[in-house]
């Protein structure tokens, strides 16, 4: 008897196998998405799904032939056609048309296929293939709603979250957040966690299904930055895949970290690409990757004292921030490869990597979302950094460095002189030099949100 699992679950393939040859490119996206959480499933589930897939082919010769090639790839071809070519013997044979799925989300068909781009039969040999920008986007995310309008699945290239509600429209279960089944206890707010082989992780509590989809959560133990294991964290899981973690310690300091979005790949997969290592078991030995965008660290009073961006940020660094006894910053150091020092009367100075000062500041601000502000100034006689009121021409302008390393620009009033015995009259003919620049820091990024 075929378990119903794999009957569903080929019925499925086959179903967007046809649509995706007719050029259906939802369904194509689609099988893509669901070639790429597929191929990660244990190699005898696979070999029963082909099986189940063979038999309905038999059965059925309408349907397209699928061939499921370990955890590699997904190929797709029709079996019978009523465009011809001649072949090298002088034969007329069908042009069967190709669709290869692959398990990084990449689609490739023939150049006669019905996905492929115009004129590509033009372009290209027969035995080309074609990458498609348009189908398998690794950019793809979806968070789809029920009639109610609450999310119900949160979708992205490579996986997909289901969200199941009782009938109040709480949350009860959530499936597929790195394979793993969250279940609510009825009897409190305590929600039981297993991997997909079954095995019992550690709970999670106070779990919020937002309605832009991201996923709130409380939990303990498990570490996603090899330093805190054991300690409290409250998560968000975003619905780009991005997951952002603060950790509190017994000495109430907080460290936030943001990673993702986690891949997996099979270990020697470069080398052959249709067989993989194997564990004892005989299963792929599956590599997870989770780039690190930042890691933020405050101190009990909820100061930023830290943050290191990764390569995956905009602007890989680290900074270090030093604080006066009013709990002011003091210091900013490796904030774009500079440092920046409070002075007596309240400006900055600004120094490059080798110690030569080369601006001044105004006006910085270390907002507990991670965002630095402050502006550049322009002085105008005797010594900015020593003199008790200083000279100086503030900028409209107040620059922002984000938490991921992006900057922006807070537009302000014209630019106005500042400090001792200064006519406050606009001075149209003095013109900044600020030289900022603006960011990719987007309306609803979670990486510009308050944490």
């Known amino acids: 008897m075929v378990d119903q699992n794999v009957a569903k679950e080929a019925q499925k393939l ?18 893509s998405r669901e070639v790429t959480a597929l191929v990660k499933e244990n190699p005898a589930y696979l070999k029963q799904l082909q099986a189940k897939i063979d038999a309905d082919e038999k059965a059925n010769p309408n349907l397209p032939n699928i061939e499921i090639e370990g955890p590699a790839r997904v190929i797709v071809e029709e ?17 069967l048309d190709k669709q290869i799925y692959h398990n990084d989300g990449v689609v490739t068909v023939t150049p006669t296929d019905a996905l492929a781009p115009k004129d590509a039969a033009k372009k290209y040999h027969d035995w080309d293939r074609v990458q498609l920008s348009d189908v398998g986007n690794t ?33 009860v279960k959530i499936e597929g957040i790195d394979g793993q089944t969250w279940t609510k206890d009825i009897a409190d707010n305590t929600w039981s966690v297993v991997d997909k082989d079954g095995n019992v992780l550690q709970d999670r509590t106070d779990v919020v299904v937002k309605p832009n989809g991201e996923i709130v959560s409380k939990g303990v133990g498990e570490s996603i930055d ?23 310690d017994e000495k109430n300091i907080q460290t936030t970290v943001l990673e993702g979005p986690r891949t997996i790949t099979y270990k020697g997969l470069d080398k052959n690409p249709y067989n993989p290592e194997r564990d004892e078991n005989g299963n792929p030995i599956v590599e997870v990757k989770s780039p690190c965008h930042y890691t933020m660290e405050k101190d009990a009073n909820g100061r930023i004292t830290s943050i290191e961006r990764g390569k995956e940020a905009n ?37 490059d990597a080798e110690g030569k000062v080369v601006e001044y500041r ?39 460095v984000h938490l991921d390393g992006s900057t922006s620009v807070k537009k302000g009033a014209g630019l106005a002189p500042t400090g001792r015995g200064l006519d406050t009259k606009p001075q149209p003919n003095k013109k900044s030099e600020d030289p900022f620049t603006h960011g990719n820091c987007q309306p609803g990024d979670p990486l510009c949100s308050s944490l």
């Open 14 to 31: 086959e179903g967007l196998a046809e649509k995706s040859l007719q050029g259906d490119k939802e369904a194509a996206n689609e099988l």
């Open 79 to 95: 079996r019978q056609s009523k465009d011809t070519k001649w072949d090298a013997s002088g034969k007329q044979v069908p042009i």
């Open 139 to 171: 950019e793809f995310q979806e968070v789809r709603t029920d009639a109610a309008g609450r999310p119900s699945t949160i979708l992205r290239y490579n996986s997909r979250v289901e969200i199941e509600r009782d009938k109040e429209g709480n949350p």
């Open 226 to 248: 090899g330093k805190h294991a054991g300690s409290d964290y409250s998560e968000v899981l975003y619905p780009n895949g991005l997951r952002e973690r603060t950790y509190t």
């Open 315 to 351: 602007m890989p660094e680290s900074v270090k921030l030093e604080y006066g006894k009013d709990g002011n910053p003091t210091k900013i150091v490796g904030l774009e490869g500079q440092t920046m020092e409070k002075n007596d009367n309240g400006t900055w100075t600004v120094k």
């Open 362 to 400: 105004s006006d910085v601000v270390v907002q507990p979302n991670g965002d630095i502000e402050f502006k550049q100034i322009q002085p105008l006689d005797g010594n900015i950094a020593k003199d008790s009121e200083p000279a100086y021409i503030e900028p409209a302008e107040t620059k922002v």
